[in-house]
């Protein structure tokens, strides 16, 4: 049987990635030919509504790639993308506004994803500004609430970035990305560069804002306890290719692949067995 | 004697607002191959504090310490000179981001050879020697061919071991490690913690792991110190601070610890205290 889009879509599937492929080319000099960097290897998943899907893996593996695909910041060289039941032209100049409004990301470093010179009012109203045909003062409105919601107030409006912890900007960062209602939301690393407990806090926004507005989450993440909390899914990448895929369960307690159980190991354990087992092995070579 | 003894440790900054104090009143003790953990979110002075042993702060810091004794000896009645000539030898330090720390312009070559000629005055020959013996000792591949590399040739976890290897060149009686796998990736994380705890062990050398990651605590620390806010939370030896933790800060931080939640949502600090949280009794006395 040949399997249509409306086979393998059920009601309920927010994202759909078949197969999806990147390369890079970098030129060569006079003297260096041409060469090919596959930094995505046809990766495929489904996720359904209001799930998070995280991506695992070291740096280089492709899963901000990835993330940019979804995003449509890069284009893919190869395999579909579908988003809420429609294939996504991605080519330049074919994607639709609608298609654009769907999908948003909040990126790792969250005093580099804001504008300095820009207040955070202008940050919030610019994608309405954008995108809609709002009156100014509905813009304000709506950035206000936004506020409110991820837990800042409306005496924030006029302050510019430089005037909150870092915490605080994540937290407009993620308000930005939700200004145009998406229904995906696909967050870099998004708590990597926060302190433990300011981490909890959005880890805990996240949750909150989820099931408030129904968002579907991809995200990526190298820390494997943060992924253990948030996630429904899991999938592990390496060199560009997914080698582990399944539910968090099915991931953490059987991983298959030898790659996840090296990611595993390497992990440190916060617990209080393993610090005694560390402890009595060093008493034990102290005393050999 | 301890090896390293700061009692009444203050660090403060002038500000457009008046006098900032980052580091307050801290004590520290390391004694002879013990790894104490530094623990702490920004902010908590964690930095400063070993910065200012160091003598890395800008000028306008005002330090000020009760005591500051390496091996016996009064680190503030030292000159500038006498002092340069301790550390880099008998204290090193390792940074957070290996790429910035080293300098772009130089092979790492000349830059570990740099530190050999300085403080051991080694020749040519000796010097070339004695990196070669130090990068195979860090585990880097090829070391004859490394010496001749530039930083921006080699990768993250490549970079902090030869930040490793030209802080252990002279054998340092102390080292101090400034959150030094915060910018690497767990496994690479996992190899870089396992090198410096080997070495430490191998060298009997007194080692300052300085982190916010409650996970490399556990994993590599005799005794921890908490700060927060410039102030000493709690110090305790690393299986009763897990186990059995003292103040409310040090209660809070293992509580927001991800794979400590319990139910839907993570405990976060302020579940626990808004705004100061009071140190546990016996961490100020």
């Known amino acids: 049987m040949i399997q249509t889009t409306s086979d393998t879509m059920t009601e309920n599937t927010m994202l759909e990635v ?35 899907l995280a991506i695992v893996g070291e740096s280089g593996c492709g899963k901000s790639t990835l993330a940019r695909m979804i ?44 504008n300095p010179r820009q207040k955070i009012g202008d940050v919030l109203g610019e994608p309405l500004a954008i995108n809609t045909d709002m ?22 409006y ?26 995906l939301l696909v967050l870099d690393e998004p708590v990597s560069a926060l302190d433990l407990s300011v981490q909890a806090q959005v880890l805990n926004l996240l949750a909150d804002l989820q099931d408030e507005f129904g968002l579907t989450y991809v995200f990526i993440s190298h820390d494997l306890s943060v992924v253990r909390y948030i996630a429904d899914e899991v999938m592990v990448m390496y060199f560009g290719e997914a080698v582990e895929y399944g539910t968090r369960e099915e991931v ?37 | 004697m301890a090896l390293l003894q700061i009692d009444n440790l203050t660090v403060e900054f002038e500000t457009a607002t008046g006098w900032f104090r980052a580091v307050d009143g801290v004590s520290i003790t390391v004694e002879k191959g013990e790894v104490l953990a530094i623990v702490g979110e920004s902010g908590s ?22 005591r500051m004794l390496f091996e016996g000896k009064d680190f503030q009645a030292l ?38 000629r300085i403080h051991l005055g080694l020749d040519r020959q000796a010097r070339r020697a004695r990196a070669i013996e130090l990068f195979r000792l ?62 430490q062990t191998r060298t009997g050398m007194g080692l300052i792991m300085i982190t916010h990651d409650m996970g490399v605590v556990a994993e590599t620390a005799d005794r921890v110190v908490v700060q927060y806010k410039g102030r000493k939370m709690e110090e305790a030896d690393v299986l009763s601070l897990f186990e059995n933790p003292k103040s409310n800060y040090t209660r809070a931080l293992l509580a927001a610890l991800p794979e400590n939640a319990t139910g839907d949502r993570l405990t976060t600090v302020s579940d626990f205290f808004d705004g100061n949280p009071e140190p546990a009794s016996e961490a100020r006395a």
Not at chain 1, 135 to 153: D, F, I, P, W
Not at chain 1, 159 to 181: D, W
Not at chain 2, 50 to 55: N, P, S, Y
């Open chain 1, 158 to 183: 006029n302050r510019y970035p430089h005037m909150f912890s870092g915490g605080q900007r994540q937290r407009i960062a993620i308000a930005r990305a939700l200004m145009l209602n998406p229904k």
């Open chain 1, 252 to 288: 953490f307690s059987d991983p298959k692949h030898e790659y996840t159980r090296t990611l595993f190991a390497a992990t440190p354990r916060a617990d209080v067995d393993s610090i005694r087992a560390r402890i009595a092995k060093k008493k034990a070579a102290n005393a050999a």
């Open chain 1, 71 to 114: 995003t449509f910041i890069d284009e893919p060289t190869g395999g579909d993308l579908l988003i809420d039941g429609k294939k996504v032209d991605t080519r330049a100049g074919h994607l639709t506004k609608e298609m654009r409004q769907k999908v948003q990301i909040v990126f790792q470093n969250p005093y580099g994803s804001l």
């Open chain 1, 18 to 52: 078949r197969d999806i492929k990147r390369d890079y080319e970098l030129s060569g000099g006079l003297f260096k030919p041409k060469k090919t960097i596959h930094a995505v290897k046809g990766v495929s998943f489904k996720l359904e509504r209001g799930k998070t």
């Open chain 2, 79 to 116: 000159s500038p000179a006498d002092r340069r000539k301790l550390i880099g030898k008998d204290i090193a330090m390792i940074f957070q981001e290996p790429v910035a720390s080293l300098n772009p312009c130089f092979t790492v070559g000349f830059q570990i050879e740099e530190v050999l």
């Open chain 2, 138 to 199: 860090v585990g880097l591949p090829n070391p004859e061919e490394r010496l001749n590399s530039f930083p921006h040739q080699m990768s993250g976890g490549q970079c902090q071991r030869v930040m490793i290897a030209i802080a252990i060149a002279c054998d340092p009686k102390l080292l101090i490690a400034d959150e030094p796998t915060t910018a690497l990736d767990v496994t690479i994380q996992k190899q870089i913690l396992d090198l410096i705890m080997d070495l």
């Open chain 2, 45 to 66: 002075g964690k930095s400063v504090s070993m910065l200012a042993v160091m003598g890395l702060l800008p000028w306008t810091a005002k330090i000020t310490a009760d």
């Open chain 1, 135 to 156: 009156s100014a003062e509905e813009r304000r409105h709506r950035a206000n609430q936004m506020l409110t919601k991820v837990g800042l107030g409306p005496e924030h």
